[in-house]
């Protein structure tokens, strides 16, 4: 019984040691426990504003998210008229360029035809040169004005655009 007795003594030594080596880790933990204290409070805090900002946030979504609502139907309404304005302006430059062509067309018969009514004119001054210096009087039509006359009644006047009545009072 003796070895039975020798053992249970220095298991007990051990634990004793053991036991020891632990009250001294628990001590030196409360000491780590007593200087985290106010780190751990201050986290305390900083979590508590962070769950305080976040209630902020989800109410300036809220506000945010409504505010939108009622904005994205008068932007898709805006963005509607545009591409319609948009659409139009498209017609009307066509329309333009059209005119431009037209224009230019107009423009070249007139050079065409003014170059020949001076040519005529050339001619009928030097044929009449010697009853010019005895008559002095001044030919009756220049005809560059009658040209320009006989191109504009050529094209009717295209009528002027009705101004909507909307714009009459602001």
């Not at 036991?19 to 805090?45: D, F």
């Not at 302006?89 to 009514?117: H, N, P």
């Not at 320009?148 to 009545?165: N, T």
Request: aromatic share 6%; glycine share 4%.
């Amino acid at each position: 019984m003796m070895w039975l007795d020798v053992g249970i003594v220095f298991l007990l030594i051990i634990a004793i040691g053991f036991c020891y080596r632990l009250s001294e880790r628990l001590r030196s933990l409360k000491g780590i426990t007593s200087v985290l204290a106010p780190s751990l409070e201050r986290l305390s805090q900083v979590l508590n504003g962070a769950n305080n900002s976040i209630g902020f946030l989800k109410q300036a979504t809220e506000t945010s998210r409504k505010s939108l609502d009622t904005y994205i139907p008068n932007a898709q309404a805006l963005s509607d008229d545009l591409l319609l304005l948009i659409e139009h302006a498209d017609r009307i430059s066509y329309r333009l360029d059209d005119l431009l062509v037209k224009a230019s067309g107009i423009e070249k018969d007139l050079r065409q035809t003014v170059l020949v009514s001076l040519r005529q004119s050339e001619k009928k001054n030097n044929a009449s040169e010697g009853t010019a210096a005895k008559v002095q009087s001044r030919p009756v039509g220049d005809p560059r004005d009658l040209f320009v006359q006989r191109v504009i009644s050529r094209y009717p006047k295209d009528p002027l655009p009705e101004q909507p009545q909307s714009q009459e009072r602001k």
